[in-house]
């Protein structure tokens, strides 16, 4: 967003609130941070301690397909006048997230005094939203849903204002309060009115945070196949509404995560703003972030793939917009990396002849390139594969990065076709970003990566 768009640009300051949160003075050059939990971590919910390595890759196989459609839907018709779609298509036009397709919560606190809610942490969306009373058609959730009439810092958001015109789909209820609706693929949807209201967080550090006249959908209608376990969203995409562009300049429009590997499942998350998300040091590399559409979406240029040392050509953006050149989002909420068929059968090509071990197939039919480790020292046979990314980033991919267990001593390589179409769409997932320290700049565009046991930071 345009940072001066925002008149109520974020002020933070000491305040007391009848919560049992103590008093915090933040201010941005401070920073903070907080915990992302994995959706199979055993700090999360929807952790299920008889699943396996091979279970839980398979879900998360699907989550990453479906994923991958709502990237590919959401840009084709993001080059599509609205007016010009038919009915069905225009209230899906702005779909936020295809339900449950996720892999990170956190927690946070709404309201005076503050209620703790658990959401979705997606990347790739922006409105933050919760449900809340009253809410005769919602989809069931076990916390309590949020109710407004109890807060003393909720107000609603009048449909004539600057922040209602920042909603893609949006209304005037008999009241004038600015409607919000969100539509999804499977005919689900989001419905409520947009709102103001204090927000708080856990850092990790000890010391709570409290940010005032956060925007956000306070939800009063919702179906679909959202887990009961989640009370909502928190975007932290590049779109006007989400949490990061509201905060802004108090965060110097920055923010990073760091994501242990998969397999450390005591391991940690952390998702840093401000001064916390800065990354620097001789091991650090950037790419520039790419404009696209919709803005939502972070757009990288992959320039090409290297499998020991021989490079492979990456195709051009399949956007309908010309003029961009970003051809790969970079995604905290899909698993998988996905790549079109061109580029993903060179590379299995390129991987296959580099190594000696025997193949075999995937029990579970999701890859298609897969390995028998049972031999001793299998690990040290593996190429190293590169992903040249523009600006001279070049981000090497450790094993762990590059392939996954889907079997006892299976190994096969963690990445799937987008498609053969000419809307397929490129994504980078968060296996391949493990143990990597990844920091977003948005005023200058760039994106950081550093080398980091993220277990121990």
Not at 303 to 311: F, L, P, T
Not at 341 to 354: G, I, M, Y
Not at 433 to 454: E, M, R, S, V
Request: include cysteine; proline fraction near 5%.
């Amino acid at each position: 967003m345009a940072y001066s768009f925002y008149s109520f640009a974020i002020t933070l300051f000491i305040f007391i609130v009848s919560t049992h949160l103590p008093i915090l003075a933040w201010c941005s050059e401070s920073g903070f941070s907080i915990e992302l939990i994995h959706r199979d971590s055993p700090k999360s919910p929807l952790y299920d301690p008889d699943s396996t390595p091979s279970s839980r890759i398979r879900a998360a196989a699907e989550r990453s397909h479906s994923r991958a459609i709502y990237f590919r839907d959401a840009i084709h018709k993001a080059h599509l006048s609205s007016s010009a779609l038919p009915m069905d298509d225009a209230n899906n036009f702005y779909s936020e997230i295809t339900p449950n397709t996720f892999e990170y919560l956190m927690s946070f606190y709404l309201g005076t005094p503050a209620k703790k809610v658990l959401a979705i942490a997606d990347t790739g969306s922006d409105l933050i939203w919760v449900q809340c009373v009253p809410c005769e058609e919602c989809y069931t959730q076990s916390a309590p849903l949020f109710d407004p009439q109890s807060s003393s810092t909720y107000k609603t958001i009048p449909c004539n204002t600057i922040s209602c015109s920042l909603l893609p789909q949006r209304s005037c209820s008999a009241s004038s309060h600015c409607d919000y609706h969100y539509g999804y693929g499977d005919k689900s949807i989001v419905e409520g009115y947009l709102s103001t209201e204090t927000i708080g967080f856990d850092s990790t550090s000890g010391r709570p945070v409290q940010i005032p006249t956060i925007l956000f959908g306070c939800t009063h209608q919702s179906n679909g196949t959202f887990d009961k376990n989640d009370a909502g969203l928190v975007g932290l995409g590049g779109g006007k509404l989400s949490l990061i562009r509201q905060l802004g300049s108090a965060i110097d429009n920055k923010f990073s995560y760091c994501l242990p590997l998969s397999t450390e499942t005591s391991a940690t998350s952390k998702l840093n703003f401000g001064s916390n998300a800065i990354i620097s040091g001789s091991n650090t590399i950037t790419t520039p972030l790419i404009s696209g559409s919709p803005n939502t979406f972070y757009f990288l240029s992959l320039e090409n793939i290297s499998v020991a040392g021989k490079i492979i050509a990456v195709g051009k953006p399949t956007q309908a917009n010309e003029s961009a050149q970003g051809n790969i989002i970079i995604d905290s909420g899909t698993t998988l990396t996905l790549l079109d068929d061109n580029t993903l059968q060179s590379v299995e090509r390129s991987v296959k002849s580099n190594i000696s071990l025997t193949q075999v197939n995937d029990p579970n039919g999701v890859f298609n390139l897969c390995f028998d480790v049972s031999g001793t020292g299998a690990s040290t046979q593996f190429p190293e594969i590169t992903f040249q990314f523009s600006g001279g980033a070049s981000v090497v991919l450790q094993l762990p990065n590059a392939f996954v267990e889907v079997g006892q001593d299976i190994l096969c390589l963690a990445m799937i076709s987008s498609g053969a179409t000419a809307k397929s769409i490129n994504i980078f997932g968060n296996i391949a970003q493990q143990n990597f320290h990844i920091g977003y700049d948005l005023t200058n565009k760039q994106l950081t990566f550093a080398p980091t046991n993220c277990a121990t930071q």
